[in-house]
């Protein structure tokens, strides 16, 4: 499986994550967080862990996933604003990650009945879920919700892991 172009589809719509790097939501960054605009997007660990996909299909899962939720809630305002053209170029996105399908399904109804508008990419002809993208929301409005999920980890260092533990 693991398609990296195929069409899909999902609808609109975490489980404990591993030690190695939680997410934080620290006062690093420069400009005001709490009015900032990201993109939360997460995705499976699993597909590149266990089903070893491709990077350029987890790519495509990423991009699918984001598409699909800028293009559903294009008419919500942080929407428009996050994607006018005078903020092109500063858009901020990150990307997380869940153990596997059961934990992005928990974290997308825990996200429905929060009222956090989001969307479930579906991948065809495999028909399950690899990813989900909220629309872009403010630190402050969605941290508690997605303070299980580590940053996503890096194919190349979970081979390297791999192979260092055997």
């Not at 969307?119 to 990813?131: F, G, L």
């Not at 989900?132 to 892991?161: I, M, T, W």
């Amino acid at each position: 499986g693991g398609g990296g172009g195929g069409g899909g589809g999902g609808r609109k719509m975490s489980d404990k994550a591993t030690p190695a790097r939680a997410l934080t939501f620290g006062d690093s960054e420069r400009t005001n967080t709490n009015e900032r605009l990201t993109q939360y997007i997460v995705l499976r660990r699993d597909l590149w862990r266990e089903k070893s996909w491709p990077l350029g299909s987890i790519c495509a899962q990423v991009a699918h996933a984001s598409v699909a939720a800028l293009e559903t809630f294009k008419d919500h305002e942080d929407t428009k604003t996050y994607v006018s053209a005078k903020r092109l170029q500063s858009m901020t996105k990150v990307v997380l990650e869940v153990k596997g399908e059961p934990q992005l399904l928990t974290l997308s109804k825990k996200l429905t009945e929060n009222k956090i508008e989001h969307y479930a990419w579906r991948e065809q002809p495999e028909d399950y879920v690899t990813c989900l993208a909220l629309r872009p929301y403010r630190k402050e409005e969605v941290k508690g919700l997605l303070k299980k999920c580590n940053l996503a980890s890096d194919v190349r260092q979970a081979e390297e892991e791999d192979i260092s533990v055997h």
